[in-house]
């Protein structure tokens, strides 16, 4: 069975940082590109940031860029996301997914990140 | 990047067919084919419906259906359920190499 686990959220005091993990488990992960989307409280989703199974290949979103990373590590089945200079409108439900095609196939259950105004 | 166009409600009787639009631009829904739809209920995590515009994964049941014409694409849920109330999202691969979502859509089984 497929499983992404999410786990570091929090409450963060603005300008503060975070690091979210999700830990994969059920399929091999080497082989899959990886994603982050947030959901803030009662509003739609949006997506955050992608990195395929090598690494090589990285995009963010505009509102992101600059302040958050993605890294991965195959090895541990691990794909975690730094996020500096933390805003109120970066409070949200972060979910880890699993690529497919430009699309998100696996979801983690996801964890809330608060950054109080 | 604007959030791709989605109907705030759709509803329906059981039994019926119902269709959701998400409007976008040449820049995303027209100008590839990585139209993908999610089914998410109240406290859920999202679940992947359609990928590729009218792919389903295996799992998900034939009555839910996906087409694109121009800058629009379409999710069609036919035979409604009650299970089928939740909020569904259409996403797209962008010129810019981002990924956008629509705002979300509503539907409710009358």
């Known amino acids: 069975e497929v499983q992404l686990v999410e786990s570091g959220g929090g409450v963060v005091q603005p300008g503060g940082s975070l690091r979210l993990s999700c830990s994969a488990s059920?399929?091999?992960?080497?082989?899959?590109?990886m994603n982050w989307v947030r959901q803030a409280p009662g509003k739609g989703l949006e997506w955050v940031s992608y990195?395929?199974?090598?690494?090589?290949?990285?995009h963010y979103a505009d509102s992101v860029r600059g302040r958050f990373t993605i890294t991965r590590d195959n090895a541990k089945n691990l794909v975690s996301l730094q996020m500096n200079n933390l805003r109120a409108e970066d409070t949200a439900v972060y979910y880890c997914?699993?690529?497919?095609?430009?699309?998100?196939?696996?979801w983690g259950q996801g964890i809330l990140v608060t950054v109080p105004s | 990047q604007s959030a791709l166009t989605q109907p705030a409600s759709v509803s329906g009787s059981p039994g019926q067919s119902i269709a959701i639009s998400c409007t976008g631009s040449?820049?995303?829904?027209?100008?590839?084919?990585?139209v993908s739809w999610y089914q998410q209920h109240a406290g859920k995590a999202p679940r992947l419906l359609i990928y590729?515009?009218?792919n389903r994964p295996s799992g998900v049941s034939t009555r839910f259906s996906g087409s694109k014409s121009g800058n629009t694409a379409s999710l069609t849920i036919s035979g409604l359920q009650a299970e089928d109330e939740a909020d569904y999202y259409c996403?797209?691969?962008?010129?810019?190499?981002?990924?956008?979502f629509g705002g979300g859509t509503k539907v409710t089984v009358l």
């Open positions: 040449s820049s995303d829904v027209g100008g590839y084919n990585y």
């Open positions: 059920g399929f091999n992960f080497n082989v899959y590109s």
């Open positions: 590729e515009v009218s």
């Open positions: 996403c797209s691969f962008t010129a810019w190499t981002t990924r956008v």
């Open positions: 990195m395929t199974s090598d690494s090589a290949t990285i």
């Open positions: 997914a699993r690529g497919l095609q430009y699309a998100f196939d696996q």
